[in-house]
C-alpha cells in the first residue's frame, strides 16, 4: 500500500515537471512583440539630375546610403537576414531587440559598385532581389548586375540573392499558371549561376499580387513573400505577407527612424 502511495506521488510530480516544461517551452516560442522594418531601395547615382520622372522615389546616392546605416547603427538598429528572418519565425534563432532589413529592387549594377562597399565597411547584411530576364545588360542606359557580381557578394556572406521575376510584368494581370513558371524559371536561372538554394524569397514586381498568387507560390516552395507597403511586427508576423518602406532619394537615417516609430 506504502509503495502504492509512492508510486502515485511519483506520477504526480512527474506531471507537474512535465507541464511546467511544456509552459516554459511555449513561453519561449510565443513571437515578441518587435517591430520588423524592412527598407526597400532601388539605384543609386553619384550626382543626381534636376527632374527625375518617378519624382526621386528609386533613386539614390551612396553617400545617402551611407548615412542611413550610420545612424540606424548608432540608434541600435541591427541589420538582419531574410534567412535570419525566417529562422526566428521558425524558433531557430533569436530577433535581436531591433532589427531591421536591407533590401534593393531590380539588380542594378550600382548595388555593387557603390553600396556593396558600404555593406562591407559596416559588416551589414542585405538582399537583392534580381530581374532575371535583365542580369549582365544595359537597359534604356541603366546597367545590371552580372553573375559575377552577384556570385562575388553572396560569396561574402553578407548579401543574399532572390527572385524579383523573370520579366517583371504586373502580375495581377496574368494567369496563376503563367507566374508560377515565371517564378520557377527566375530561380532554376538564379540556383543554375548561384547554387542551389534552400531557402527562397520572392519580392513581387510593383508590389501586384492576387491573393489566388499568393497561395499558389507558398506552396510551390516560395519561403517568403514581399508585396506591401508599410512596417511589420513579428507578433502577428505573416512570411507570405511581407511589408516594406521604400527609401525615396536622400531620406535621412533620422527621418526612417521617425518613420518607423510613428507605424504601429
Known sequence: MKLKKILILVIIVIIIIGGVLVFYK????????????VLLYHDFIKILPDEDPDDFNYINTPESFEENIQVLLEYGYRPISMEELNNAYNFKIKLPE??????????????????????????????????TNKVGKEIDGKKYLGWDECREMQESGLVEIFSHSKRHVFYDRLPVKEILNDVKESYEVIEENLGKKKFKAFAYPYG?????????????????QIYDIGINNFKNFDKDYIKRINIPCEMTGKEIIEEIEKTN
Open 208 to 224: 501586384a499580387y492576387t491573393r489566388e498568387m499568393v497561395l499558389a507560390l507558398k506552396f510551390s516552395g516560395i519561403d517568403m
Open 26 to 37: 511555449f513561453k519561449e516560442r510565443k513571437r515578441t512583440d518587435v517591430k520588423i522594418p
Open 98 to 131: 531591433k532589427p531591421i532589413l536591407i533590401t534593393f529592387d531590380d539588380g542594378y549594377y550600382s548595388n555593387y559598385e557603390y553600396i556593396y562597399p558600404i555593406l562591407k565597411k559596416y559588416n551589414v547584411k542585405a538582399s537583392i532581389f534580381i530581374i
